[in-house]
């Protein structure tokens, strides 16, 4: 088909099946403007068994390359989609744009804030779309528990948050994938960087700009680990954190992580407003992705799954929130609280209270 966008997926590891899920989700769904044309990746082995996947999820096998260079000169490709460890994203998506690619690349977009820089710099000289692949904001339960926060105001108005998890996690010395995200050289640092990218962006979308942020880290496990590529090293990106910020709306938050806490494990995840507190449902490195319960000031308790029902309703009744507010729209990030938005989210609250009450069917 002449209109087809043909892809090439570069870097066939974990993230990457997760993309063909999505590709064949659009397919089965008669979104047929794409094909994946090409495959790159310097592990041979991860190439067949990415092709085969490839094969049996969307029916073709698309060609393979073993790397960057020689895919842009003899494939026939339109866009890539670059699933690599953190330290080859822009040395790969700067290449691609030159050639004239459009590119999407995998959070968190660089490995410093410089190559981020540079692959948005080699977008705009060659007028190409670069955009990174962020999901977490867009997850039913992160939709869900914005909505409750931000829209119907069921916590009242939003405080500060505290987002507090200490747990024990094995370090995996073996598999590919752990290995270059134990060196800061080739991942850019640990969880504070790499899930640390939803984290930013959930709370960003949550509370809008950030005016102070502070942050300590400290590394405590620092064993030889065999790092692709570079050998041998200690071990030297962070595992324990503490971060403290606050917006400009006024809202505070802290956000603290370990994964080398001994015995006591605690995962303690919330935000607190004028009326009552939601509490994410554990995936710390997702925040809200599997939605969050509220308690309100009186005890009264709202779980997830009612939260989702409401939102599920409002949305498939062509319900806007927008109709409900005097002061319309706000900005995909950031959403100065104004006393018309307030007075319309004590409007909505009661309201959305009144109808979790009914336990609402659609
Ligand atoms: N959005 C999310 O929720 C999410 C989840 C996991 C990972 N990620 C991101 O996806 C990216 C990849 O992570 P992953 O877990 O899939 O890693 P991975 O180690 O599983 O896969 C990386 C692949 O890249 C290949 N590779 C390495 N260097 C290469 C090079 N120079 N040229 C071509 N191929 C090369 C490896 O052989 C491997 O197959 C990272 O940016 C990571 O942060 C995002």
Redesign the pocket.
């Known amino acids: 088909m002449d209109d087809q966008v043909r892809i090439a997926i570069?870097?066939?590891?974990?993230?990457?099946g997760a993309h063909l899920n999505g590709y064949q989700q659009l397919q089965e769904a008669g979104y047929d403007r794409f094909r994946i044309a090409a495959l790159?990746?310097?592990?041979e082995q991860?190439l067949s068994r990415f092709a085969a996947n490839v094969e049996e999820k969307l029916g073709y096998t698309p060609d393979r390359y073993p790397?960057?260079e020689q895919m842009l000169d003899e494939a026939q490709v339109d866009a890539a989609d670059i699933?690599?460890?953190?330290t080859?994203?822009h040395t790969?998506a700067i290449p691609c744009l030159e050639a004239g690619l459009d590119c999407m690349v995998?959070?968190?977009v660089g490995i410093t804030i410089k190559a981020g820089q540079q692959i948005i710099a080699a977008a705009q000289k060659n007028d190409r779309i670069v955009a990174t692949?962020e999901?977490v904001r867009r997850d039913i339960g992160a939709r869900a528990a914005n909505w409750a926060i931000n829209e119907a105001g069921l916590i009242g108005e939003p405080l500060f948050f505290g987002f507090d998890v200490k747990t024990w996690m094995e370090l995996d010395l073996e598999s590919?994938?752990w290995r270059?995200r134990h060196s800061k050289l080739l991942s850019g640092g640990g969880m504070v960087f790499?899930a640390g990218a939803?984290f930013a962006d959930m709370m960003l979308h949550l509370f809008g700009d950030i005016e102070e942020v502070t942050c300590t880290l400290k590394t405590f496990d620092t064993p030889i680990i065999d790092m692709p590529g570079i050998g041998p090293r200690p071990r030297d990106v962070e595992d324990y954190w503490v971060v403290t910020l606050k917006f400009a709306s006024g809202l505070f938050g802290h956000w603290s992580y370990s994964r080398a806490a001994q015995a006591y494990h605690i995962n303690s995840s919330y935000v607190w407003g004028t009326e009552g507190a939601i509490k994410d449902r554990q995936e710390w490195m997702h925040p809200f992705q599997f939605g969050g319960d509220i308690e309100l000031t009186d005890g009264t308790k709202i779980p997830y799954e009612e939260i989702e029902k409401q939102y599920l309703c409002l949305l498939s009744a062509g319900t806007s929130w927008n109709q409900w507010l005097s002061d319309g729209r706000r900005r995909l990030t950031g959403r100065p609280a104004s006393a018309p938005r307030l007075s319309a989210a004590r409007c909505m609250r009661q309201t959305t209270l009144g109808n979790l009450s009914k336990s609402p069917t659609c």
Request: overall charge negative; charged content about 15%; aromatic content about 10%.
């Open positions: 570069i870097g066939c590891g974990g993230i990457a790159c990746d310097t592990s991860n790397n960057v699933c690599l460890p953190h080859y994203h790969a995998e959070k968190p692949a999901q590919y994938a270059w790499d939803h």
